[in-house]
């Protein structure tokens, strides 16, 4: 099997996982080269990784030898970029959101489809240890039924973070705690639970930073099987705690806290997963390790080896997309919202 020859786009705050996962993958990976239109973050990149840096984005893309495109650059980039991998015939793998309105994400994913290429998006809190436990534990039926569900995301981020240019704003990053930091456990908590169909939120901006995007937002939530629950995201919850999602089903609970879970069946069994201490939840967003990076990434080059279709495919991330867009229209109207059906 020929390795895949990648090219990265984005040499920023994202790239150290992505990069410490292809270094580690080098029996099946390439890195060709990296560009940002940042000449001070190439000559970074290049001095840091010794991988080569591409003078523009043209040379990277026009070089038909790269299979592989990691895009890594704010949210509000992304269209325009993977449509130029499109039509240049790359594979993308895109970090999350997909884009910074649902209607951009789905422009990315039908253009992905259309040039019948591979899209994934890194989402990779589908890919910890623990979540691949939990989700046997549910779909096998040892847990039975869901009857209540909750995630629970309460994050601190520093003035520091949101000192970056057009951090927090809508025009850069397309939202606030919910499409930013809270993605991740919700886009999780619904792979576990099943599609959320109604949502009743509220949703606030605190006096603690000068942003037009949501930090605490509160919601009553219903899922498709009739169960209902909760979710709860903020990045004012100084120093930072563990995100928690909790299931409650016929046959017994579990709690997923960061990477470590605990299952008590009603049988008397408990089962309990120690995982790695995370906190990404406090000052440090990048605190974490690369494990779930790796494992996507291999799960994608897998897809594209075996033509199917990665695990997180650009479609099955849009059900985080419409979930979020529900959450600030109900606070926004003040009444339930109903999800749309996919």
């Not at 099946?28 to 080569?52: L, M, N, Q």
């Not at 038909?64 to 269209?79: E, G, N, Q, Y």
């Not at 930013?180 to 949502?199: E, N, R």
Request: glycine share 8%; aromatic share 6%.
């Amino acid at each position: 099997m020929s390795k895949h020859r990648v090219g990265i786009v984005g040499l920023g705050m994202a790239l150290k996982p992505h990069l410490k996962s292809l270094e580690e993958l080098s029996d099946r990976v390439e890195i060709v080269a990296g560009f940002t239109p940042s000449a001070e973050r190439r000559k970074a990149f290049s001095a840091a990784s010794k991988h080569p840096v591409a003078d523009n984005l043209d040379a990277l893309l026009s070089d038909k030898s790269i299979d592989v495109v990691f895009i890594l650059t704010p949210p509000a980039t992304h269209l325009e970029l993977v449509e130029q991998c499109a039509k240049a015939g790359k594979h993308v793998l895109l970090e999350k959101p997909i884009d910074v309105s649902t209607a951009r994400a789905r422009a990315i994913v039908e253009a992905m489809e259309k040039a019948n290429r591979k899209l994934a998006i890194m989402l990779q809190h589908r890919f910890r240890a623990a979540t691949r436990l939990l989700k046997d534990a549910v779909t096998s039926g040892e847990l039975g039924p869901l009857l209540s569900g909750s995630a629970s995301i309460r994050w601190w981020r520093t003035p520091e973070y949101f000192a970056q240019p057009g951090r927090g704003m809508k025009a850069r990053d397309g939202g606030g705690v919910l499409i930013t930091q809270a993605i991740h456990t919700l886009d999780l908590f619904q792979s576990l639970t099943g599609p959320i169909t109604k949502v009743t939120a509220f949703a606030k901006t605190s006096p603690l930073r000068k942003i037009d995007t949501e930090d605490v937002v509160g919601a009553g939530i219903e899922f498709k099987n009739g169960a209902i629950g909760a979710i709860d995201a903020t990045t004012v919850a100084y120093p930072g705690f563990p995100e928690r999602i909790e299931l409650a089903c016929e046959k017994g609970s579990a709690a997923l806290v960061a990477e470590t879970l605990d299952i008590f069946y009603k049988d008397g069994r408990h089962v309990k997963h120690e995982g790695e201490e995370s906190k990404s939840g406090g000052a440090d967003p990048m605190a974490f390790p690369n494990d779930a990076h790796k494992a996507l990434i291999v799960d994608f080059l897998d897809a594209i080896d075996t033509n199917r279709e990665p695990e997180v495919s650009g479609r099955s991330a849009l059900r985080v997309h419409y979930l979020i867009d529900a959450l600030l229209q109900s606070a926004g109207q003040g009444k339930p919202v109903e999800l749309p059906k996919s």
